[in-house]
């Protein structure tokens, strides 16, 4: 009877969307566009943030990633943090073979937990990871997740996509009561948000396709900036008991600095000490005092709990336990300063030697994960965490880059202090004695100032003598037989270190017949190379700024002379520049003058060639020797 | 009489007591009591650049009669003296402990640090955190308040564990120095437990006594009382190319070997490796996982499919490996036993070690070929003890084909790229044993030769650059990391980070890779290239480095002493032949000497030299051998010696004069 036909098809179609669901995997239906630089492609990725009252935050995700080639195997598997306050409530993963077949479905068991910290730390989240392995490529895997979010939200960024990865549909959507109030921000795209009102709730969806992979090539900006991403925090936010706003930076900073306020009350005895240290002295001396103070008796642990992860501990805390982390040292050091009368904020700061994402000005989206902390009046920047900086100076950990000022009128951004090629200076100057069978005695005395110091700072403050002379000849670009001598120093005062050393060394120039070649400037290469690369497509920043001015003398060994002496060589660029000159200054002494600066390269794809020649000119010019000849 | 008696309790006291050396026998201090010397001190002399130094650390280990079942009560003091708090690595203060189905559990974990001005602290519970590391283990982390320099630090915890066959090992040596460690183990004479020692010298002190202990029914039983103890022990640190520093650690480990039951014969748990064998072959998640074919069915029909119409026995195996390789993926886990059955690996696509290579043994006995599992321990797993049959000692297995008359065939599906009679090299550790009850013979597992042969011709030109041909062929475990990478990138990516990496003007015109897929056979790859700046051109001369590529560009070997014997985990041969092609108008000036150097005892050599073949050819030839795998650290000179030797000769100039 056809009324109970049209009832068994109607069921058919109701069942069939599985089943044409999962085939909609299968490879053959990629975009051709999509394949060039990719070793993944997001087949479709859904994430519904639902906001659904003041305290609670639900964030379910399901994605499909196709893996194409063992380079994009990491997609097949989802880490994700908990915490007290936020719990996952659901993780499930599938396989389907590259026709786009369903092979199988994750178990409870498959979900792995591991800690998050290191040795000298302690964190109270975990990682619950899931991995979803196939033998033979392409695959797909489908992640499906839901994470409950209490009383703490402040936003989240998603990146669309990542290096060697290409999308085929991607959506986010915001539901939210009615009157919910946000910011958002998209990077390299020009998405809208599609809005829609239904039953008391507002959403919003960003839908986004075709992204074209963009490769992984080495020195992009660290932090992918070329990818798409969308950015959103809430007007209101909140961690624990602690609300705030954060439609500016101004009041992010604000709450920021509400939560870690009235923490900073120390003992009677220790206010009395800090008095008493400080008794008399000019604001300078007392900030240096007290951060020596600070550098001499505590060390850097990092224990976070709650909402440790963005309050720091009471002072008191650290005076008594004489450690803390990034945030507790800066707090403790800020109190310290109070008793003397010095006003000093904390500063929110993304640190690493390779620099820092972003901040924006349109939308306050935070991406730190260190803690400095400012003095307004000096106009001076302390790492707490440092035993030995000199005062004041940050290092390339987190220098020439945006932070956020936790003032008590809420947030400001300043930029901290950037080092050029003029701060960055490495001065040597070498002995060369040369022997009959190519070995030679190496005496060198180099003083390094700004960021080349920082290095041996660091083995003066971490390494005794033995180690340190261990360390020296298993990094010397020069196999060493003996070390006669090895001294480091360090100015307690300014970025300034010194090194001074009289080695012996096997095989500095090689002999051939009756020739010997010397290589000018083995015991100081400059050993710095571009991979080659015409179609590079991602921008390529290379930040470091540094000069470098060596004066070398060689001794010849009785019997030899100067058969040729390399050219002159001078390079210029924008990126920076070379000089290298080789004389004669008598029958048996030769001298080598180089001087090389570096400048920050920051440039389009289209320029790569042209850095690459720079640096391999500079590499061939540095590869320069003079050739002796024994004479009977 | 009464003398008598008196000689006899000094014979007997003798008998059971070894006299510690004098001099060395630290008192052990107890919970709490400092010496002021030790207060005082402000460097260790035999070390005095480190850290901090461990002043005791004492260890006991019971196995108590719980009633029901046996248990062992393991017992911890350990007091450090901390000269550099802010280096001081705090992983010395973690208690790690299996938690995983709560294997192990920690109770009464007391901390206490003591200042060199004589106060004593207690380091309250808030101060140390219990965190779970992975699923099989979690850790105590104690993080010490105010710590100062020259600060004592002690802490002492007890750990349950049911686990009576092997009881928890102590380890002397740490990566900071020892001055005294020291441990006592007390079994009951029902339980007899082998030593495992692994150790530098003889003990500083190795006691024996009798004894006795509580029984759960109230009664006391005898038990041995054994005693261990080194003092001044090094920092352990690890050098290059070593196994793996955990077997130069002084340790010792107690296995069961024997239930000397006294109302019945006694059974011996350590037996014989016939027996050991004989446990494993019937073991649910080990023999019999081969052995009964429903564990591996769907497994099993994958294979049929595999093999379709071969009908050639003898490449069963190949076919074997081929098939578990690309239907299992290896999770990086080595073990000897399966999570569950071979189909559920298979199901899983993925397994460890033991799933894969055991599937192999499943599949190629039912198909009626004699293949057995070989059991081993990896080399950072530590080396084997032949002389104890007790499986614990592995963890990982690899398959094996036996072939009467001939030498059998070698399986390790953990690595794809890996041909038949290739293993991984975590699996060569000197040997294995085979897995067989009726004949449980050790096997002696020597890894292969990595052979690389380079062979150019290729002219030089007045401008510097060098162009012409060059054909790369490579055979062995490197062969398998080329195919990885060829998987992985494409063939100008490989080649650039595999053929001249040290000249950055080097361009590839063609490349022709022979023999990917081929397992078993040498990979080739047969190039056209240009290497601009190989040449430098002053006024009339020439010089050119000839050696583009080799096994080792630069010495690994820095230092000038060695503590710890050098291994390499492969045979290694180089041969690099150029002919070269001058640019017309020049000649050699000069021809660089020949060069024949040999290590001690065969264990290697090395050969250079270049001809002039005519008046515009030079041929250069650069020939490197190892044939040893392990070096003493006495032959650590010549060594080296040959090493630098080997970079010199890579660094070669030719001297070109315009004639």
């Not at chain 1, 624990?240 to 101004?250: K, L």
């Not at chain 1, 450690?323 to 904020?345: H, P, Q, R």
């Not at chain 2, 550790?429 to 002696?444: A, I, Y």
Request: charged share 25%; aromatic share 12%.
């Amino acid at each position: 009877m056809p009324y109970t036909k049209f009832l068994t098809l109607f069921w058919l179609l109701a069942i069939t969307p599985l089943v044409a669901q999962n085939t909609s995997y299968s490879c053959d239906q990629i975009p051709p566009a999509l394949l060039p630089f990719a070793h993944s492609v997001i087949r479709q990725s859904e994430t519904v943030l639902k906001i659904k009252n003041d305290r609670t935050i639900v964030e379910e995700q399901r994605y499909a990633v196709t893996i194409l080639d063992p380079m994009g195997k990491r997609e097949s598997r989802l880490s994700i943090y908990e915490n007290e306050f936020q719990k996952i409530r659901q993780l499930k993963g599938k396989v389907f073979d590259a026709g786009g077949t369903l092979l199988r479905e994750s178990q409870k068991s498959d979900v792995k937990s591991f800690s998050a910290s290191d040795v000298a730390e302690y964190s109270d989240g975990h990682w619950e990871i899931l991995e979803m392995d196939h033998h033979s490529y392409p695959y797909t895997v489908e992640f499906t997740s839901r994470v409950e979010y209490d009383d703490f939200f402040w936003g989240d960024s998603y990146q669309l996509q990542k290096l060697g990865q290409s999308v085929e549909k991607a959506s986010i959507q915001l539901v939210a009561p009615v009157g919910f109030q946000f910011k958002w921000k998209a990077l390299n795209t020009q998405v809208q948000a599609f809005q829609h009102e239904e039953d008391k709730k507002h959403s919003w969806t960003w839908e986004f396709s075709e992204l074209g992979a963009l490769p992984s090539e080495p020195f992009t900006p660290y932090f992918n900036e070329e990818l798409v991403q969308l950015a959103i925090i809430p007007e209101q936010i909140r961690m624990g008991e602690y609300q705030g706003v954060a439609s500016t930076w101004r009041d992010l900073g604000r709450f920021f600095y509400d939560i870690n306020t009235n923490r900073d009350i120390l003992s009677p005895e220790m206010t009395a000490t800090i008095q008493q240290m400080t008794a008399g002295k000019s604001d300078a001396e007392k900030v240096e005092i007290l951060y020596r103070y600070l550098q001499q008796n505590h060390r850097y642990i990092s224990i976070q709990i709650g909402i440790g992860g963005w309050q720091t501990l009471p002072a008191q805390f650290v005076e008594q336990k004489k450690y803390g982390d990034c945030k507790a040292l800066s707090n403790y050091m800020k109190s310290m300063l109070k008793v003397a009368g010095i006003e000093a904020w904390q500063a929110l700061v993304y640190a690493g030697e390779k620099g820092a994402p972003s901040l924006y000005n349109d939308i306050p989206y935070p991406r730190f994960n260190h803690v400095i902390l400012y003095v307004p009046k000096q106009d001076m920047w302390l790492e707490c965490t440092s035993t030995s900086n000199p005062t004041g100076y940050l290092g390339s950990f987190t220098s020439d880059r945006r932070v956020l000022l936790l003032t008590p009128d809420g947030g400001v951004l300043r930029q901290t202090p950037g080092m050029t090629a003029q701060d960055n200076v490495r001065y040597s100057n070498t002995d060369i004695v040369l022997y009959e069978q190519g070995n030679a005695t190496i005496q060198n005395r180099v003083k390094a100032l700004g960021e080349p110091h920082d290095v041996y700072r660091e083995w003066i403050s971490k390494k005794k003598q033995p180690e340190i002379e261990r360390d020296f000849v298993e990094q010397a670009p020069f196999g060493i037989g003996k070390i006669n001598r090895l001294q480091l120093t360090a100015q307690p005062k300014r970025p300034e270190a010194e090194a001074r050393y009289s080695v012996e060394t096997n095989n500095f120039a090689t002999r051939s017949g009756k020739r010997m070649f010397v290589p000018v400037n083995k015991a100081n290469p400059l050993r710095r190379t571009l991979p080659d690369d015409e179609m590079r497509l991602t921008r390529l920043s290379l930040p470091d700024a540094f000069t470098w001015q060596d004066t070398l003398h060689f001794t010849l060994p009785a019997g030899f002379v100067l058969e040729n002496a390399p050219p002159a060589q001078e390079i210029f660029a924008d990126f920076g520049s070379y000089h290298l000159e080789v004389q004669a200054l008598s029958e048996n002494k030769i001298l080598a003058i180089r001087n090389i600066e570096i400048r920050p390269v920051d440039v389009e794809a289209k320029r790569y060639q042209e850095v690459r020649k720079f640096y391999q000119d500079m590499a061939k010019a540095d590869a320069s020797q003079f050739v002796l000849v024994k004479q009977n | 009489m009464r003398k008598n008696r008196q000689i006899n309790l000094i014979i007997i006291l003798s008998f059971w007591l070894v006299m510690p050396l004098s001099g060395i026998a630290q008192s052990v201090q107890k919970w709490g009591k400092v010496s002021e010397d030790d207060l005082q001190m402000t460097t260790y002399a035999p070390d005095p650049t480190c850290t901090a130094v461990v002043l005791q650390d004492v260890g006991s280990i019971v196995v108590k009669d719980l009633r029901d079942h046996w248990g062992v009560n393991f017992e911890r003091h350990r007091r450090i003296k901390i000269f550099d708090p802010v280096n001081f690595d705090p992983g010395q203060l973690l208690i790690y402990f299996r938690s995983n189905q709560n294997l192990e559990k920690i109770t009464g974990v007391d901390v206490q640090m003591f200042y060199p001005d004589g106060r004593r602290i207690k380091i309250s519970e808030d101060n140390i955190f219990t965190e779970a590391i992975n699923p099989n283990w979690s850790a105590k982390k104690i993080f010490l308040p105010n710590l100062q320099p020259g600060c004592i630090v002690e802490y002492r915890y007890e750990l349950r564990s049911e686990d009576i066959v092997t009881l928890h090992d102590w380890n002397f040596q740490t990566e900071i120095p020892t001055r005294w460690s020291e441990v006592t183990v007390i079994t009951p004479n029902l339980l007899e437990y082998a030593n495992l020692i692994n150790r530098p010298r003889d003990f500083d002190v190795q006691e024996v006594e009798t004894t006795n202990v509580l029984a759960s029914d109230g009664n006391r039983v005898p038990a041995k009382l054994q005693r261990f103890g080194f003092a001044n022990l090094p920092a352990l640190n690890e050098e290059p190319f070593m196994t793996t520093i955990e077997d130069y650690r002084a340790n010792i480990g107690f296995q069961l070997s024997t239930i000397n039951y006294t109302d019945r014969p006694i059974e011996r748990y350590m037996t014989t490796w016939s027996n050991t064998a004989f446990q494993l072959e019937n073991h649910e998640r080990l023999g019999v996982q081969y052995r009964k074919h429903q564990r591996f069915d769907r497994l099993w029909k994958t294979f049929v499919d595999e093999v379709g119409p071969v009908s050639d026995r003898k490449l069963l195996p190949e076919i074997a490996l081929r098939t578990v390789s690309k239907y299992l993926k290896w999770n990086g886990q080595y073990r000897i036993f399966t999570d569950a059955s071979l189909d559920d690996a298979y199901d899983r696509q993925s397994g460890s070690s033991a799933e894969l290579n055991l599937a192999m043994v499943a599949l190629l006995q039912r198909a009626g070929i004699d293949a057995v599992p070989v059991l081993v321990s990896t080399r950072s797993h530590g080396s084997l003890r032949p002389q104890y049959p007790f499986y614990e000692q592995f963890n990982s297995i690899v398959a094996y084909v036996r072939q009467p008359g001939e030498s059998g065939v070698l399986l390790d599906a953990t690595d794809p790229y890996q041909p038949v009679n290739e293993l991984r090299d975590e699996h060569y550790n000197g040997g294995g044993w085979q897995l067989d009850s009726r004949n449980p013979e050790w096997l002696v597992m020597l890894p292969p030769l990595i052979d690389e042969n380079w062979l150019g011709n290729m002219a030089l030109n007045e401008d510097g650059s060098m162009s012409g041909h060059f054909s790369l062929s490579v055979a062995g475990p490197i062969a398998a990391d080329w195919r990885l990478e060829l998987d992985h990138g494409t063939p100008d990516q490989v080649m650039r980070k595999r053929f001249g990496s040290h000249h950055t003007d080097l361009r590839f015109d063609s490349i022709e890779i022979e023999g990917e897929k081929m397992l078993d056979q040498s990979l080739h790859a047969n190039v056209k290239c240009r290497v601009k700046g190989a040449a430098d051109r002053v006024n009339s001369f020439i010089y050119c480095k000839p050696v583009l590529d080799f096994f080792m560009m630069e010495n690994p070997f820095k230092t000038s002493e060695r503590l710890f014997p050098v291994n390499f985990p492969y045979f290694h041969r180089a041969n690099y032949v150029l002919n070269l092609d001058l640019p017309l108008g020049y000649r050699l000036e000069e021809v660089p000497e020949a060069v024949k150097f040999l290590l001690p005892r065969d264990g290697g050599k090395l050969i250079f030299s270049v001809t002039a073949v005519s008046e515009r050819r030079v041929q250069l030839v650069l020939k490197m051998e190892l044939s040893q795998l392990d070096f003493m650290p006495e032959d650590y000179g010549s060594l080296r010696q040959f090493f630098e030797l080997m970079i010199d000769k890579t660094q070669t100039q030719l001297v070109l004069k315009k004639s």
